[in-house]
């Protein structure tokens, strides 16, 4: 599971860095424009990509952060136990989804 989990760590960062471009890049495009999100037909489509970018950035470190959390769980001794119930946390579940917090039971 620890191959797993610092892949999609490294995953996480990788789209960290990506997206920080992309957010970087709207940026700098709309300084170079003259565009007025008020005003401007091109205004709102150019404030609309700055927030999907900063939604999709906001996931990917909610991402990184879990993955981060499960290989400290890892080496504590706690991963695979629910948070909620104090459980184990099926194997089907954990290998859909090895950052997962809680089991099938809790988790609905």
Do not use: K
Not at 3 to 28: G, H, K, M, W
Not at 34 to 52: C, K, L, V, Y
Not at 79 to 99: F, H, K, T
């Amino acid at each position: 599971m620890r191959t797993r989990l610092d892949a999609a760590l490294a995953d996480a960062e990788e789209q960290i860095a990506s997206l920080i471009a992309q957010y970087d890049e709207v940026v700098a495009a709309s300084r170079d424009s003259n565009a007025d999100d008020e005003h401007d037909p091109e205004g709102a489509t150019i404030a609309f990509e700055r927030q999907q970018v900063v939604a999709l950035l906001a996931q990917a470190r909610a991402s990184r952060d879990a993955a981060v959390r499960a290989l400290e769980q890892l080496e504590a001794g706690t991963y695979g136990v629910c948070e909620r119930c104090g459980r184990p946390i099926g194997d089907a579940r954990l290998q859909a989804r090895p950052s997962a917090r809680a089991c099938i039971a809790c988790a609905r």
